[in-house]
T-cell receptor
Framework: GESVGLHLPTLSVQEGDNSIINCAYS??????FIWYKQESGKGPQFIID?????DKRQGQRVTVLLNKTVKHLSLQIAATQPGDSAVYFC????????????FGRGTSLIVHP | DAGVTQSPTHLIKTRGQQVTLRCSPK?????VSWYQQALGQGPQFIFQ???????QRGNFPDRFSGHQFPNYSSELNVNALLLGDSALYLC???????????????FGSGTRLTVV
């Protein structure tokens, strides 16, 4: 289930389950949204992105959904594997400038074998 | 092809001291951005360097300064260190003309700074 810890929200799932990580953004001027994965001791790694003129985009085992009405973004991971255990961040980029992502708080995903 | 390299990987400094962190961008990249990531938080943008000039800056005090060299590598300097400066400092490199896109935007593994 999903719980809010002292520092990071945490999502614990069993291997093979589907995972859904949610994110709320605040800036209506953002037109580009990105999901990053950060493993321990490493920098953030790009997973998937979506522009504001879309509401869904699929990659390999991952899907991003965008609901601009309620400023909500989600990342769905199919058939979650232990290697998916990491902290996941959503990020937004404001229209009109160069790419400088603004990161959200992050969710820790723990996959149990 | 080496990605973004940062040095040192770990550093311990005392309050009031100054520190310099270094970043070498990925081959072919000419833009360097610096981020501060406190424990349990997302990375926060400090500033971005392009053509040896600071192009954009986040909400950080003047104690944070930087430099970009002709070979595109960059340094982050922090003066008068505070306990609250303890964090993971990340560098990201990109190609300046890529526009507002994640394409090629690559993070290093960071420098863990501890201020005691």
């Amino acid at each position: 289930g999903e719980s809010v810890g002292l520092h990071l929200p945490t999502l614990s799932v069993q291997e093979g389950d589907n995972s859904i990580i949610n994110c709320a953004y605040s800036n209506s001027a953002s037109d580009y949204f990105i999901w990053y994965k950060q493993e321990s001791g490493k920098g953030p790694q790009f997973i998937i992105d979506i522009r504001s003129n879309m509401d869904k985009r699929q990659g390999q085992r991952v899907t991003v959904l965008l609901n601009k009405t309620v400023k909500h973004l989600s990342l769905q991971i199919a058939a979650t594997q232990p290697g998916d255990s990491a902290v996941y961040f959503c990020a937004e980029n404001i229209a009109g400038g160069s790419y400088i992502p603004t990161f959200g708080r992050g969710t820790s995903l723990i996959v149990h074998p | 092809d080496a990605g973004v390299t940062q040095s040192p990987t770990h550093l311990i400094k005392t309050r009031g001291q100054q520190v310099t962190l270094r970043c070498s961008p990925k081959s072919g990249h000419d833009t360097v951005s610096w981020y501060q990531q406190a424990l349990g938080q997302g990375p926060q943008f400090i500033f971005q360097y392009y053509e040896e000039e600071e192009r954009q800056r986040g909400n950080f005090p003047d104690r944070f300064s930087g430099h970009q060299f002709p070979n595109y590598s960059s340094e982050l300097n922090v003066n008068a260190l505070l306990l609250g400066d303890s964090a993971l400092y990340l560098c990201a490199s990109s190609f300046g003309a890529q526009g507002a896109s994640n394409y090629g935007y690559t993070f290093g593994s960071g420098t863990r700074l501890t201020v005691v």
